[in-house]
């Protein structure tokens, strides 16, 4: 069964504190790993695709990579503005016009 | 350009009713895809149209149902309203046409079943 697990569930930082969000995800193979910034009371908002291993993307502090099994966001030297819920989704072979999802880090980031 | 909008934003119903959620994608998008949020569960998938034809399903009982119109538009329907029915509805849309296009998000309907 497709599967996408992320960890960990919250991770509360200082300002500047880097770190890194993870998900592992288990697909009959993989069209393409995305990942999310939802806000509370809003919908998710794009913010990166990746489709192959070694891949790798980078908007402001945020970079997203890529490996046969997992995925990783790390964050430099967060601000408070990036406080979120970060979601990671999978679109695997199979699934047809499906993207699963898991259940979110939440990010706090205290000044 | 507009982005995603879902109508209403919060609705409260009886169990037992009917309800019917709104989604106008993002102009030029042909896909509207469907999804569940709770606490819980996370984002669970409903269903995906395209060119007014459903794509796919996810995991959900048939009192679970949507539509997409000529116009890309797309209304969601659950009949028989369950206490376990309440859950932040989200519709994203996208332009649909390779598997791996990313979505946009609407804000949601929020719905609570009382």
């Known amino acids: 069964e497709d599967q996408v697990t992320q960890s960990p569930e919250a991770l509360r930082l200082q300002e500047g504190e880097s770190s890194s969000l993870n998900c592992s995800y288990t697909?009959?193979?993989?069209?393409?790993l995305f990942w999310y910034r939802q806000d509370p009371g809003k919908g998710p908002e794009f913010l990166f695709t990746?489709?192959?291993a070694g891949e790798e993307k980078e908007k402001e502090r945020l970079k997203a990579t890529l490996t046969k099994k997992e995925s990783f966001l790390h964050i430099t030297a967060p601000k408070p503005e990036d406080s979120a819920t970060y979601l990671c989704a999978v679109h695997p072979e199979a699934g047809g016009f499906k993207t699963i999802f898991g259940a979110g880090t939440r990010l706090f980031v205290k000044a | 350009k507009a982005g995603v909008t879902q109508t209403p934003r919060y609705l409260i119903k009886t169990r037992g009713q009917q309800v019917t959620l709104s989604c106008s994608p993002i102009?030029?998008?042909?896909?509207v895809s469907w999804y569940q949020q709770t606490p819980g569960q996370g984002l669970q998938f409903l269903f995906e149209y395209f060119s007014e034809t459903q794509r796919n399903k996810g995991n959900f009982p048939g009192r679970f149902s949507g539509r997409q119109f000529s116009n890309s538009r797309s209304e969601m329907n659950v009949s028989t309203l369950e206490l376990g029915d309440s859950a932040l509805y989200l519709c994203?849309?996208?332009?649909?046409?390779?598997?791996?296009?990313?979505?946009?998000f609407g804000n949601g309907t929020r719905l609570t079943v009382t």
């Open positions: 697909v009959s193979g993989l069209r393409g």
């Open positions: 994203a849309s996208s332009l649909g046409r390779v598997m791996d296009s990313p979505l946009h």
């Open positions: 990746l489709y192959s």
């Open positions: 102009s030029g998008h042909r896909s």
